[in-house]
């Protein structure tokens, strides 16, 4: 069975400090793999996606991502933080056979400090 | 282009009582996924609807069951409420198998 892992419930940064997102996945082959994030109150919404080709997949709101196969590993990344990016983000990963059945990571909570 | 609407955007229900979800896609897309998302928890994946059939389901008892309409749009049902129901139960819809899925607002659902 499939599965994500997001070891970090909680992480906190200063505004304009990087940041980077851990998501680790369980699946029998290369999924499809994506980010959403979650504002308060708020639907998910989509910052980036991989499907095949290129590992770093860039994303919306100066997000990236990099897939790396040798450690199942899909983790997010911002060279600088504003504090409109906090808000809780979600890592999901979806069969390449087909079918829209998302799983998703338990979330990480991102705090920024001014 | 209106996105993924949902409604009602709250909802307070009792033990035992049963309740109905409603969900518009996005403009042009033809298959719905529901979601239940509990407090602290990521979502987790209920049913999903397409050509008016449920095509796949995640593991939920037979309480919780849908419908699509020929315009796409669909309903959670869920009978029998427990207090473990209560959650954020978000639609997403999306074109194929293999598509992006777009989220909508949620429907906050409370059980007493």
């Known amino acids: 069975a499939q599965s994500v892992t997001q070891p970090d419930i909680h992480i906190t940064v200063s505004e304009g400090a990087s940041l980077e997102l851990r998501c680790n996945y369980s699946?029998?082959?290369?999924?499809?793999l994506f980010w959403y994030v979650q504002s308060p109150g708020q639907g998910l919404q989509l910052l980036l996606k991989y499907f095949s080709g290129d590992t770093l997949v860039q994303g919306i709101k100066g997000f990236e991502a990099e897939f790396k196969r040798s450690q199942s590993s899909f983790n997010l990344r911002k060279p600088s933080v504003h504090w409109s990016d906090a808000a809780e983000y979600f890592c999901a990963v979806g069969p390449t056979g087909g079918g829209n059945k998302l799983t998703f990571g338990t979330g990480t909570q991102l705090k920024v400090e001014l | 282009d209106a996105g993924v609407t949902q409604s009602p955007t709250h909802l307070i229900k009792t033990r035992g009582q049963q309740v109905t979800l409603r969900c518009s896609p996005k403009s042009g897309h033809d298959t719905v996924s529901w979601y239940q998302q509990a407090l602290g928890q990521g979502p987790q994946f209920i049913f999903q609807y397409y050509e008016e059939e449920e095509r796949q389901r995640g593991n939920f008892p037979d309480r919780f069951s849908g419908h699509q309409f020929p315009n796409y749009s669909s309903e959670l049902n869920v009978n029998a409420l427990l207090l473990g129901d209560s959650a954020l139960y978000l639609c997403?819809?999306?074109?194929?198998?293999?598509?992006?899925?777009?989220f909508g607002p949620g429907t906050r659902l409370l059980v007493l």
């Open positions: 997403a819809s999306t074109t194929g198998g293999r598509e992006t899925q777009y």
């Open positions: 699946y029998g082959a290369t999924p499809y």
